[in-house]
């Protein structure tokens, strides 16, 4: 089915479903303490990992979107996104760093004639090459993104293969932790009478740690679709919180979003909230 039949249905509003990475103001983190202390305080610390998107951390985070106002019906869009993140150590200097998100969607009829759908929608997956020690102060991480059509239904999906470049750059000072999180993925295959894929993400985020493990986080999770020349970009505020039942730790967060720009029919604003968990790599 043709895409172009969904006020809220473009290549733009689907990637930035897809493509959002997990910065619902926290970043993946073990289950213990690092050893290294900033302030004095261990889980401070380990909560300012925790803003680093691409730390050598192990997490599966669970992200619950709720977006409003889609299409005449003023219909409601809920995506879950299931995020683990997997650090592979290379070598002495450089990790790889898995970072996977699959969308489960719960979509109402934006239109008359437009069916409700669920199921899966499309996954994408990025390999970010890091270097396990700052670059003048800057964390950086790059490598390829791909985009594997693994929507269950049509309405969900743009029925197409993608790739291309991903890149992260960022610094910590302080509890302060700012940078910029991009990709940009073209289709390379998949059904000829859907959409092709060339759509930029761009991600500028800043968090700000308390010292009671609290992170204030806002961000951009802007996507142009070069294709219907399309702007997608609603802006995040989270509030994060780290603690621990038994020996678990976990992140919750919960935040709002309003969208200063979308494609026609698209949503007005949203609800995020969700839960991370944290393991060991050992």
Same mark, same amino acid.
């Given at each position: 089915?043709?895409?172009?039949?969904?006020?809220?249905?473009?290549?733009?509003?689907?990637?930035?479903?897809?493509?959002?990475?997990?910065?619902?103001?926290?970043?993946?983190?073990?289950?213990?303490?690092?050893?290294?202390?900033?302030?004095?305080?261990?889980?401070?610390?380990?909560?300012?990992?925790?803003?680093?998107?691409?730390?050598?951390?192990?997490?599966?985070?669970?992200?619950?979107?709720?977006?409003?106002?889609?299409?005449?019906?003023?219909?409601?869009?809920?995506?879950?996104?299931?995020?683990?993140?997997?650090?592979?150590?290379?070598?002495?200097?450089?990790?790889?760093?898995?970072?996977?998100?699959?969308?489960?969607?719960?979509?109402?009829?934006?239109?008359?004639?437009?069916?409700?759908?669920?199921?899966?929608?499309?996954?994408?997956?990025?390999?970010?090459?890091?270097?396990?020690?700052?670059?003048?102060?800057?964390?950086?991480?790059?490598?390829?993104?791909?985009?594997?059509?693994?929507?269950? &239904?049509?309405?969900? +999906? =743009?029925?197409? !293969? $993608?790739?291309?470049?991903?890149?992260?750059? *960022?610094?910590?000072? /302080?509890?302060?932790?700012?940078?910029?999180?991009?990709?940009?993925?073209?289709?390379?295959?998949?059904?000829?009478?859907?959409?092709?894929?060339?759509?930029?993400?761009?991600?500028?985020?800043?968090?700000?740690?308390?010292?009671?493990?609290?992170?204030?986080?806002?961000?951009?999770?802007?996507?142009?679709?070069?294709?219907?020349?399309?702007?997608?970009?609603?802006?995040?505020?989270?509030?994060?919180?780290?603690?621990?039942?038994?020996?678990?730790?976990?992140?919750?967060?919960?935040?709002?979003?309003?969208?200063? &720009?979308?494609?026609? +029919? =698209?949503?007005? !604003? $949203?609800?995020?909230?969700?839960?991370?968990? *944290?393991?060991?790599? /050992?």
């Amino acid at each position: 089915m043709n895409l172009s039949r969904f006020p809220f249905g473009t290549t733009c509003s689907l990637l930035a479903l897809a493509v959002s990475p997990v910065l619902a103001g926290s970043a993946p983190a073990p289950a213990s303490a690092p050893a290294a202390v900033v302030g004095g305080n261990a889980e401070v610390d380990f909560a300012k990992q925790l803003a680093n998107p691409v730390a050598s951390l192990i997490s599966v985070p669970f992200q619950a979107n709720w977006d409003f106002g889609i299409g005449v019906n003023d219909a409601t869009r809920f995506t879950l996104n299931v995020q683990p993140v997997i650090p592979v150590s290379l070598t002495e200097d450089w990790n790889l760093i898995i970072r996977t998100i699959l969308p489960v969607i719960d979509a109402e009829s934006p239109a008359p004639g437009i069916d409700d759908a669920s199921g899966l929608g499309d996954t994408v997956q990025s390999f970010f090459f890091s270097p396990k020690e700052p670059v003048n102060g800057w964390i950086l991480a790059a490598g390829p993104v791909a985009l594997w059509p693994t929507a269950t &239904d049509s309405l969900l +999906g =743009g029925e197409k !293969w $993608g790739a291309g470049p991903t890149g992260l750059a *960022l610094k910590q000072t /302080g509890p302060w932790t700012c940078g910029v999180l991009t990709n940009h993925l073209w289709s390379f295959a998949g059904e000829d009478d859907r959409s092709e894929v060339n759509a930029t993400f761009i991600q500028p985020f800043c968090s700000y740690i308390t010292s009671t493990k609290t992170t204030f986080t806002i961000n951009s999770e802007s996507t142009y679709d070069w294709t219907n020349e399309q702007w997608s970009m609603p802006f995040n505020f989270v509030i994060s919180q780290l603690f621990k039942v038994g020996g678990q730790s976990m992140q919750a967060f919960v935040g709002g979003r309003y969208y200063a &720009d979308a494609p026609q +029919g =698209g949503p007005e !604003w $949203g609800i995020r909230a969700g839960l991370i968990l *944290l393991f060991s790599k /050992g």
